[in-house]
């Protein structure tokens, strides 16, 4: 097996990193075989790899791998430390998942336990000359986790989520990797993150936290750094900021040694979120004894503002003093396969945001703290991040080693993020105060739990709020506020609200719009994710709703039949599996159209809303916009439109039978519009309903046209668009009061017509009647300027694609399929 050597540079007081990042080797005290495995990286990606398990993503085969996550694995490797072993040494590993020992030439020299602690591990004195070997030898994540349960003095229990890895909430490992809702049961294995060697002269660097003090025309840098030394002594300690710095020596003592140092930016360029100003970015270079890392430092200032007001209490994140509304979806890592989450995978994701016009994700407790390159990536797109600790859905242990290990993992992991401008909040888990009413063990002895609950919480309070003063932190998503426990599902005046009603309680979509939340932190609806995902995981016997393979495909119990119930609630029910498939992604778009179009239309009462979720780990029906793989569903389409900056949306009143016709603006600017509405019947026929102007300013929703009950005609719907001062058109968008399995619909011809423009891609759709939800989809990789359109007779369509990488134009043409409402049903 081949094996890089490691060794250190030569130079005796030089601190030297060295990776041992690398093939190492995969054995099992049950297994014979010897298997490479690449670290950073994951145990089934390495027998996948070496053919030795089949992909964990086809068809059933989840339950043919189960072996693996059932295995005391080893990692082993040699390596040479050269000659020169002067100066401390420290083995780093930032990220093993989960619980293992660690042995540098048969000497235990570490006992790992928390997959989100950076374990610094001492070998000075333990490394030898020459060559070493390396082994990590993992237990059974499952089994330390099941006894740990059992000898605990009274049962917690956990969510159904993870019942193929009970009692996952007793050890520190990302709780989804026990399966959810919508993810895979794998239970990985690995070491994913910084793996090194690092030999330090004195002391090593622990971290740099970057606080901001803003006065008119400056910036003061506040820069806390902190070094552990070996000894006392003397170090050198530098920071350079786009050229300026300050550089000097310091005094160590044996340990932690805090230093803060200030530097100011005159003139400083604020960094604002998408949507609403530049990303820039200030270079931040510190060096300690030798070593130096790189920060990238955004400026702004940001407020999550909790007042009170004549409603309750306001929830609007404020940054460089303007409040903006929040829109995005919620964050879950980016592939149930560890090894297999790289920036080239979460890059797409990311700029996938933005495009569809989100300025924040929130970072769900179910999932894990990410990679640096995810925060540096969040900087320069401008997307805000809420945060969650990583605790979900279950109460978990308040015993003393697991507060202390929780302690350094909070700690630390604050210290690692706190300097990005993304980081809007701190929140201390999901859902977690909302399931003490969900167990009967927890409502049985609510007391008991209550303040279990609250020794982690107050713990996290308090750390949050030590290492990181100028962020807010929020008990709990969804949470009413300090120490208030009440029902933040349904509760509106205050708080972050999470409302499932109608996916979870199959209430209409209408639903949406009876409630009012200040901010809608997790709603959603699912759909079955494309045709050609679904290839990928199918053979064509099992392309059924029904099948065995799609009902492993999806994790939520009754969710195909909840897909397939509503759509005959809205539409007249489709022919075959494929328009099932178009169709649910066209109800998915909708249910979160209407809530998100509703609740923009209440700001500023409501200040954010982000959908649940926006990616998937593996191929499966989900709530995600973005399928596995990246591709877009439908629902990402319209979420670029119905999160548009500026948007008109219409408003029925259930009492009165009246249509306001609202405006939103959430710009950097007040615009001045003209709205225009025509009622049109589903033959095509159209006539106008009123025109009407206004200038939108920033602080509020502005209703700007109102139609009377019973304007439209049985068979008629509604067209309205709108265009800027210039008459420049900024958008269009529809209504249909009624089912659409109401009405008549026509059987519309839409014909495709590709063009060559400017260089760019260009397919023009148009139709002979009215045709609803026209959807283009390709083969290759890439995306449409707009998708899923309402396109009336005369009115082509003209969309771009994008794609990814260089696309072949015939075969694109040859690839394309059309789908629209009407060709659903027969
Ligand atoms: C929310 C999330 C997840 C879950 C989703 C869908 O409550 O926090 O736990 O996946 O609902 O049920």
Request: charged share 25%; aromatic share 10%.
């Amino acid at each position: 097996m081949k094996q890089g050597a490691v060794t250190a540079s030569s130079g005796e007081s030089r601190y030297a990193e060295v990776s041992l990042a690398g093939i190492w080797r995969l054995t099992s005290r049950r297994q014979q075989d010897t298997f490479e495995i690449a670290l950073p990286g994951d145990v089934h990606s390495a027998l996948l790899k070496a053919g030795a398990i089949p992909d964990p993503y086809f068809a059933d085969n989840e339950a043919k791998v189960e072996w693996v996550s059932r295995t005391p694995w080893a990692l082993t490797r040699e390596f040479d430390a050269g000659t020169d072993l002067a100066g401390n040494w420290t083995l780093t590993l930032s990220e093993v998942d989960c619980i293992a020992s660690v042995f540098l030439n048969d000497i235990e020299i570490g006992k790992l336990d928390n997959q989100f602690i950076r374990y610094d591990l001492e070998v000075t004195g333990k490394l030898r000359a020459g060559a070493n070997t390396l082994r990590i030898e993992f237990e059974v994540a499952r089994q330390v986790a099941a006894e740990r349960a059992a000898a605990h003095p009274f049962p917690i229990p956990y969510t159904k989520n993870v019942e193929k890895a009970p009692h996952i909430n007793f050890i520190r490992k990302v709780a989804c990797h026990g399966g959810w809702d919508w993810n895979i049961c794998l239970m990985p294995i690995g070491v994913y993150g910084r793996m090194s060697l690092r030999r330090s002269r004195l002391a090593r660097l622990d971290s740099v936290e970057v606080f901001q003090h803003h006065a008119p025309d400056k910036v003061e840098l506040e820069i806390r750094t902190r070094a552990f030394a070996f000894a006392a002594g003397e170090i050198t300690l530098g920071h350079e900021l786009d050229g300026k710095g300050v550089n000097g020596a310091a005094q160590v003592v044996p340990g932690e040694n805090v230093f803060t140092h200030r530097l100011t930016i005159a003139d400083p360029k604020l960094w604002w979120p998408a949507g609403q100003g530049a990303q820039p970015l200030y270079g931040l270079a510190t060096t300690v004894d030798g070593e130096t890392t790189h920060r990238k430092i955004g400026l702004r200032t940001l407020k999550v503002v909790c007042e009170p007001d004549e409603i309750g209490v306001t929830f609007k994140v404020r940054v460089n003093g303007r409040d903006i509304f929040m829109k995005g979806a919620n964050w879950i890592p980016a592939d149930a396969l560890p090894s297999r989450i790289t920036p080239e995978t979460v890059r797409p994701l990311l700029e996938a945001t933005v495009a569809a016009n989100m300025n924040m994700l929130r970072v769900w407790g179910g999932g894990q703290y990410e990679p640096d390159y995810f925060y540096e990536m969040c900087d320069e797109l401008g997307i805000l991040l809420w945060h969650d600790l990583m605790f979900a859905c279950m109460p978990y242990p308040s015993d003393r080693s697991f507060l202390a290990s929780v302690r350094t993992e909070i700690t630390q992991q604050v210290r690692r993020l706190s300097h990005h401008a993304s980081i809007a909040l701190w929140c201390g888990d999901n859902e977690v105060i909302g399931s003490l009413t969900w167990y009967p063990e927890t409502r049985d002895n609510r007391d008991r739990h209550l303040a279990n609950y609250d020794r982690l919480n107050s713990m996290l309070q308090e750390i949050c709020e030590t290492e990181d003063s100028d962020r807010r932190f929020w008990p709990s998503s969804p949470s009413l506020g300090y120490l208030d426990f009440a029902d933040g599902w349904h509760i509106e005046g205050r708080g972050d609200m999470h409302y499932w009603d109608v996916w979870h309680s199959a209430k209409s979509f209408e639903a949406y719009r009876t409630i009012h939340p200040r901010f809608a932190s997790e709603f959603g609806f699912q759909s079955f994710p494309s045709m050609k995902t679904i290839e990928t995981f199918t053979d064509a016997k099992d392309r059924n709703p029904s099948s065995p393979v799609m009902e492993v495909h999806q994790r939520n119990d009754g969710g195909n039949a909840r897909i397939l119930e509503t759509m005959c609630r809205y539409f007249r029910f489709p022919k075959g599996f494929e328009e099932i498939v178009f169709l649910s992604q066209v109800q998915q778009g909708l249910a979160m159209k209407t809530a998100i179009e509703y609740w923009r239309s209440t700001k500023p009462r409501c200040m954010g809303t982000l959908y649940w979720q926006l990616g998937d780990t593996w191929p499966v029906a989900s709530w995600a916009s973005l399928e596995y793989g990246g591709n877009w569903k439908l629902l990402h389409y319209l979420a670029r439109r119905f999160f548009a900056p500026v948007n008109v949306v219409a408003v029925p009143d259930a009492t009165t039978g009246e249509i306001a016709l609202v405006a939103i603006n959430d710009g950097a600017a007040a615009v001045e519009i003209t709205v225009a509405a025509k009622a049109v019947k589903t033959d095509g026929r159209q006539r106008p309903l009123g025109e009407a102007s206004g200038e939108i300013g920033l602080d509020a929703a502005k209703s700007v046209l109102t139609l009377a009950e019973a304007t439209l005609d049985k068979d008629e719907f509604l067209i309205f668009s709108w265009a800027g001062a210039e008459g420049s058109p900024l958008g269009d968008n529809d209504f249909f009061p009624a089912p659409y399995k109401a009405y008549e619909i026509e059987q519309a011809k839409v014909e495709a017509r590709w063009a060559v423009e400017g260089g760019e891609t260009v397919l023009y759709l148009s139709a002979d009647k009215p045709a609803f939800f026209v959807s283009a989809e390709v083969e290759a990789p890439g995306t449409f300027s707009d998708n899923c359109l309402t396109v009336l007779p005369g009115a082509a369509r003209r969309l771009v694609f994008r794609p990814t990488g260089k696309a072949d134009r015939a075969a694109l043409a040859k690839s394309l399929k059309v789908r629209h409402l009407r060709e659903t049903f027969d």
